[in-house]
């Protein structure tokens, strides 16, 4: 399976490492995102405060390093990993829904997304990245 290499972002707000036991994690402000030692999403927790975030990173990341993990979303939330954005995947499932010009711009935004090699990730907020897991946009 197809893995994506996440960096830490403190000025995005994440930082992502291995835990004490092993799992890889994507500690944010709202959110810790788990991960088998495969990059198979396991479980998330959502935190209610936003406040000291980066001190309770600290507490579950053991070693603050890039991961790897597999595409993944978190049902009835804002988390996940995917090849590219909802709207293209979109495209790429119902072409028609779209007008001529649309289809146009978004067959060429498509091959444009594969040969960069980008990715979507949502936490919360949504980043286009690129494919040594930095930000390409917000």
């Known amino acids: 399976m197809k893995t994506y290499q996440l960096q830490p972002n403190k000025h995005y707000g994440w930082i992502t490492g291995i835990t004490g036991v092993g799992e890889l994690v994507i500690a944010a402000h709202l959110v810790n ?14 935190l209610a405060d936003i406040d000291e975030w980066e001190g309770r990173a600290a507490l579950v990341i053991a070693v603050a390093a890039p991961i790897f993990v597999q595409e993944f ?42 040969t960069e090699g980008s990715y979507d990730f949502d936490i919360g907020d949504n980043y286009w990245m690129n494919s040594d897991g930095t930000v390409g946009s917000s």
């Open 73 to 114: 979303e978190v049902t009835g939330k804002p988390y996940g990993i995917r090849s590219m954005p909802k709207r293209y995947l979109k495209f790429l499932n119902d072409p028609n829904a779209f007008s001529s010009s649309e289809r146009r711009e978004l067959k060429q935004d498509v091959a444009w997304w594969r």
């Open 33 to 46: 995102i788990y991960f088998d030692e495969d990059g198979l999403y396991i479980r998330h927790e959502d």
